[in-house]
């Protein structure tokens, strides 16, 4: 069955720098296009940055120049390289995989940045 595993999240101070890992199994990962998404309390689970099949990637606005995805598709791993980080990065941050008749998501992983 599909599986995602995030990792990397924690705390840090604004300014600093994380990176989040997703390990993948269960499909075919190379030809899916994959997403983090992340959710703030009280607020809507929101798209972070995607990366398509062949390494296309695009971000929120919100994470532009900070943020980086990349992708191992020979690990099966994506990945979010978080920069600059400011308090209200402060969420829940989940890998991705929108499937053929469902979406799949990982258990998620704490970013805490605090001021």
């Known amino acids: 069955q599909v599986q995602l595993v995030e990792s990397g999240g924690g705390s840090v101070q604004a300014g600093g720098s994380l990176r989040l890992s997703c390990a993948a199994s269960?499909?075919?990962?190379?030809?899916?296009?994959m997403n983090w998404y992340r959710q703030a309390p009280g607020k809507q689970r929101e798209m972070v940055a995607t990366i398509s099949s062949l390494g296309s990637t695009m971000y929120a606005d919100s994470v532009k120049g900070r943020f980086t995805i990349s992708r191992d598709n020979d690990k099966e791993m994506v990945y979010l390289q978080m920069s600059s980080l400011r308090p209200e990065d402060t969420a829940i941050y989940y890998c991705?995989?929108?499937?053929?008749?469902?979406?799949?998501w990982g258990q998620g992983t704490q970013v805490t940045v605090s001021s």
């Open positions: 269960g499909f075919i990962f190379r030809v899916n296009n």
């Open positions: 991705n995989r929108n499937g053929p008749y469902r979406q799949y």
